[in-house]
């Protein structure tokens, strides 16, 4: 998968709040998220990216207004940063004393929006910057979720090569290790096409250093590519479920999202959408090793097509959103 517009978007708008005292709406009651991984599989955490936008236009109006409209708090809350954003920002401090449970990736890309190299990591050259990071994680004391540049696939070669990014990420858990953080779950999150064969598969990618979840990002891009082809929940993410399991690691789909099936003017059918959720619903509970899924809310352009991943895009895809969210499995 490509790297999406609404990443940089989410990165830029939650570098500028960084230290801003905003006024916040409320939540709706906070879920039970004291635990980041479950001991039984038997549950699994609903979570999201809400992206802003032009009314909800904070990270914190859009996670707002996105649980009102599904009548629960999302337990966990997806967030995007770049490698000079101190961690946690207090968009971070503000989620989870709402009673949510952070998922950030920490990506390798600067202020200016240039790359930092993976090579620059893993030899020491940023070793100060871990420290502090890490330092600054720990004594803030609370639970997250923390992968280090979700989608590496994306960034190589610009970042460097596979070698090198299984070497970083390395690096940064051992480094967290050393400075005893224990509030950190660590996520390895590749593109759902990884696990299909793509990319030199989920083992090119993987750090040698001790990580807890398996992480996957996909999507269902038809019809607005047809050549894509019209993939269920299945199709997309069955290949990521079996690699977890025989590894023995817990799964987090950590971006999932569909269109409509009339998007880009095709005409289907209007409650294709609505199935499509109802399926993930399905799958989720079947796998039983999924600790958590986030939805990515979001408006994105994929290779100049605009495409409306938003859970609203019809009173069907909403009412079948809701509806899996506020089933018994998802906490």
Known sequence: MERREFVKRAALSGA??????????????????????????????????????????????????????????????????????????TYEVWTRGQGRIPYVSWNSYGGSGGPVSWQSIADGTRDAW??????????????????FNHEPENDSPRCGTPAEYRAEFGRIISMFETNRVKNVTWVVTLMAPTFHGRNGGPGNWLPSAPYDIIGVDGYNRWPCFPSHGNKSFNEVFAPAHSFA???????????????????????GSPSAKATWFHDAGHWIQTWANVVFCAYSHVFATFRGKPMAFWFTTSSQALTAFKAVGAGSYFV
Not at 130 to 145: D, L
Not at 248 to 264: D, N, Q, S, V
């Open 16 to 89: 500028a709040l960084l230290g801003t005292q905003i006024q916040v709406p409320p939540s709706p009651a906070a879920a039970s998220t004291d635990g980041l991984a479950p001991t039984a599989f038997n549950r699994c955490l609903w979570g999201i990216h809400a992206e802003p936008g032009a009314v909800y236009d904070t990270p914190y109006k859009a996670i707002g207004h996105a649980e009102s409209l599904v009548g629960r708090q999302f337990a966990v809350d997806r967030q995007y940063h770049r490698w000079s954003d101190a961690l946690p920002t």
């Open 130 to 147: 871990i420290t502090q990071q890490a330092q600054s994680i720990r004594a803030w004391g609370k639970k997250m979720y923390l992968t």
């Open 245 to 267: 399991v025989a590894i023995g690691k817990p799964m987090a789909i950590c971006e999932f999202g569909t269109l409509e099936a009339t998007a880009c003017d095709y005409p």
